[in-house]
């Protein structure tokens, strides 16, 4: 009898053990797991668009659109255009968010 309850109390006390692993491991990765959703987030927003506060946000942006644009026009009966057009857009800047709380939204 004693036999069955040291080996009942042996097989609990593992579980315990295996659970405690997984709740060090789960707590070890918050930081990890909630910078990943942050970030998500962050992507989500900024793909819906840019995001601000008008009173809130301070933006300074640079953009550059540099457009190259080849033409060639071969002469004959069949007259042929070709165009061949390279657009870059390189966006430089800063962006200062205010603090949320403090911003007033009417009801």
Do not use: C
């Amino acid at each position: 009898m004693f036999i069955r309850l040291n080996k009942r109390g042996q097989s609990t006390l593992e579980y315990a053990v295996i659970i405690a692993v997984i709740v060090a491991a789960l707590i070890a990765m918050q930081a990890y797991v909630k910078r990943g959703l942050q970030g998500r987030l962050r992507q989500a927003s900024d793909d819906i668009g840019e995001q601000f506060s008008t009173m809130n946000t301070t933006t300074n942006m640079s953009t550059v659109i540099t457009v190259n644009s080849t033409e060639r026009i071969l002469p004959g009966n069949n007259s042929t255009t070709t165009t061949h057009t390279r657009q870059t857009q390189n966006r430089t800047g800063s962006e200062t968010i205010g603090n949320f709380s403090q911003e007033y939204w009417p009801t």
